[in-house]
């Protein structure tokens, strides 16, 4: 990114950067088995595409002020019909700073391809994001959920749908913040 520079001996002046300001989002995530880190991991390289910068952290873990980020994508997987404690808690520790910043959740539900079941989560999704009132998430979505590795489900189910997380990445990318360059005074005489 190169500055616009004014003609010699024309000081002060205020210059913009040209190219794109660059957006800052974190992924937080809560997991048990790690399928929603992979859920959150591809999520993050979507938005990278994008040339966005992308942290990846576990929900527990995200204890500074998430009040400079541009977006938060939070997600978590529904366990016997609750969302994870660990989602619950990052919403409490930053419920200040979410509420000047867009986010959007995501879950993981169903290992089951019926609609009962898909509609079951999505109720489990609901009710766990009305303990949250003040929340207005700028998008959620419901994923499939996946069986741990090496659990005695034989074959493992995982109704992941690897398409729609990039799709759904694309689409929560327009609700980032994208602040304009500041504008930059430099104070000087003549050249």
Known sequence: MVPRWPAAGHLPFIFHWDGLWMVSVLVAFGTRHGATREVADAIAAS???????????????????VAERDLIVLGAPLYSGRWLLSAHRFLRRHRDDLQEVPVAVFAL??????DAAWKRSRSQLDRALAKHQWLHPAATALFGGADELGSSMSPRRDLRDWVAIREWSAEI??????????????????R
């Open 47 to 65: 938005l990278r595409a994008d040339e966005t910068t992308v942290e990846v952290k576990a929900a527990w873990s995200v204890r500074a002020s």
């Open 173 to 190: 990318s327009a609700h980032a913040h994208r602040p304009s360059p500041p504008a930059v005074q430099i104070r000087g005489g003549e």
């Open 109 to 114: 539900g169903p290992r089951e391809r019926n």
